[in-house]
Each structure stands twice: as C-alpha cells, then as structure tokens.
C-alpha cells in the first residue's frame, strides 16, 4: 500500500480531533496510519491526482473500515481545500515529483491554519544533479530526477512563507545522488495586540533590555502600553507616557525573530491610534536608529529644546537617550 520514503506520521505528534491532509496519498498508507492517531473527532483528507491511486486508496478505507478519512482528487500545487483550514499537511515521497516545489509548499501554507504544521518525507539530492539524470523521465519517476538540493528545498519551503523549517532526520546518506529527509515547518500564528496587562511588565522590561532600550518609567506607564502576543508569547510592545495634549512615544520594541514581519509597523500604528482616543494632539519621541522608520508615519525631526515642556519632564527626557538620539513630533 505504501511508496513513501520516511514516516512523517509518527513525527508529526498528531493529537485527537485534528484535521490532516495528506499530499499524494497513494493507496492511503500515510491516510490511515494518521486517522488512528487523530481519532473520531478529528479527519484526515488525501489529495492525489490519479484516479486509479483514489480508487485504491478508497477500497482501502471500505476494506479497513476506517471512517474519518476522504480522498479528493487534485492537483498538489492546486490543492482542493480552503485557506486557513487545515492543522496539519503531510506527504511522503510526493514533492519531488512536482516540477514547480515553490507552488506546493505555497499552496501549504495558504491551506493551514496559523499555528500550523507541515511534516513531509521526500527525497533531496547531494548537490545539483547531472543533466543526464534530472532530464531522464524514468529517474524522475522513480523520484529521483526531480530532487532539489537540501538547502534549495528547505529555502523554498521558507520562501513560502513558514518563518521555522527543521530537518528532523536523514536517511540513506551511504546511497548515491539522493537520501530522504523529514522536514517540519511551522506556519507562524499572526500576533495580536492588545492593552498589556500587569504580567506582561517582566517580559517587556526583558525585551526592551535585549533590545538596549531604556526601561526606566516603563512600570509607572505600563497601563499606556500595548503588546503583541503570539502563542502566548510577549514578542512586541510600544508604549506611550501620556502628558495630556503633549505625550511621548516610547519602547517599541520587536523580538528578534519576530522582525521583518511589519510587526513594528502595526504596534505603532496600534499605539497612534490609543494616544488619538486618549485626547493627544501632539505626539514626541526619541530615536537612535528608527528616525527613517517613523518619518513613513508623518513624524518630523525637531530640535530637542522645541519639545513641549510636559514631554520635556518626562522620564525617558530626563534619564534616558543620549545626544546622538533624535527628537521627532508628530500632530495628530
Ligand atoms: C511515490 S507515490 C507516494 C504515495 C504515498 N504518499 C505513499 O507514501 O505511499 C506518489 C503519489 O503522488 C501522486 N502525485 C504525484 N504528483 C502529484 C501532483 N502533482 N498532484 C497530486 N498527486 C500527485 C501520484 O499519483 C502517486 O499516487
């Protein structure tokens, strides 16, 4: 029944009531293994282009009994399955069959829910194969002509979209131009923002010391903050010393590996829009090195003394920042 190359059920830690696809399901190996592990509560769908590999894998499911699994016939570059409705994607010696990877681990990403994972077993190859064997429609059958190097798989799955990719294992090294891999990589949960609350002041103060930011005020402000939490996690904030009509802007902040993903962009627009409802008209803040960045929201440079005297009094004025910081200001 199987022609895979790894086991991506067993390292996908499946739990009860999660929905798996399985890319180019075969006979349904893969598809069954995971509907045990996922329980009546949950469901497992193969995607496979061949009509007679769905007809297979159906007499399978009738033969076996087995309830909670579907198999749909498409392409896994067109994947039959809605955005953002899927826990889980598995395939097994499938991807490198598709000339186009980046459309596949593309189409992954749009089907799984934020927080998603994908755990696939496929062939990669040494380096960059010779011609004679990338072009030779038997070895590519065989799942061996299509195989990308290591690092060029694992890049276009990241280029996809999926911020963490991880080989889990390799095996058959010893053999010739090609082994297999298990790789997983996770869909990242979009961060929400929100008014920070008392037990986020320890990992704020945490992410602004990493980040050699000032941390002094922070506590008696905190209730002017907001952060931005994925999976639990602090991994943003931005605060705001609030002044009456002249506020300052302060401590934004992005973990490191949160970067690069407009989070800074949505934490101050975050933070604009509560110093506006707060009654702020004129807003300030100190900079060392984001001067470009908050000029994209109309914020100008000043000269420090042109301050308003409130901000001028307030903590991060009087004890932080040093001269080469610049002093910007904002109407709102
Ligand atoms: C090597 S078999 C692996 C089957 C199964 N995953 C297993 O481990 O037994 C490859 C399967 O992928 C399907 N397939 C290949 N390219 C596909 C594509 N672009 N879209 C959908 N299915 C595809 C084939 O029809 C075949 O059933």
Redesign the pocket.
């Known amino acids: 029944?199987?022609?895979?190359c790894g086991n991506p059920v067993r390292l996908a830690e499946l739990r009860e009531g999660e929905t798996v696809v399985?890319?180019?399901?075969?006979?349904g190996?893969?598809v069954f293994l995971a509907a045990r592990e996922v329980g009546a509560s949950g469901r497992v769908i193969g995607?496979?282009?061949?009509p007679e590999?769905l007809t297979r894998a159906r007499q399978n499911a009738e033969r076996l009994g087995v309830e909670n699994v579907e198999f749909r016939q498409?392409?896994?570059?067109a994947l039959p399955l809605a955005d953002s409705s899927v826990d889980v994607i598995l395939?097994?010696?499938?991807i490198n069959?598709?000339p186009d990877k980046g459309a596949v681990f593309r189409e992954a990403f749009r089907i799984l829910k934020p927080g998603g994972r994908l755990v696939v077993s496929d062939m990669v190859a040494r380096g960059k194969l010779p011609r004679d064997i990338a072009e030779n429609p038997e070895l590519w059958a065989s799942?061996i002509g299509g195989a990308l190097p290591e690092q060029e798989y694992l890049e276009s799955i990241r280029k996809a979209g999926f911020p963490s990719v991880d080989v889990l294992t390799r095996e058959g090294l010893e053999l010739g131009h090609v082994y297999s891999v298990t790789v997983r990589a996770l869909k990242a949960e979009r961060p929400t923002i929100k008014k920070a609350a008392t037990e986020d002041l320890e990992p704020v103060l945490k992410l602004l010391a990493e980040a050699s930011l000032p941390t002094d005020g922070v506590a008696e402000h905190f209730q002017n903050f907001l952060v931005a939490r994925e999976g639990g996690r602090v991994v943003g904030a931005v605060g705001l010393e609030l002044y009456g009509p002249s506020s300052l802007f302060r401590s934004l902040v992005v973990g490191p590996e949160y970067r690069g993903r407009a989070l800074g962009r949505a934490l101050t627009e975050g933070m604009l829009e509560h110093a506006r409802r707060a009654g702020v008209r004129r807003l300030f803040l100190l900079t060392e090195t984001a001067g470009e960045f908050f000029a994209t929201f109309g914020f100008k440079r000043i000269r420090r003394e042109e301050a308003d005297p409130e901000v001028q009094q307030s903590v991060e004025f009087r004890t932080a920042c040093c001269a080469s910081a610049v002093t910007m200001r904002l109407d709102l």
């Open positions: 029944m199987g022609l895979g399985d890319l180019g399901s075969g006979g190996i893969d995607v496979d282009m061949t590999m498409g392409l896994i570059e395939s097994n010696c499938v069959l598709a799942c």
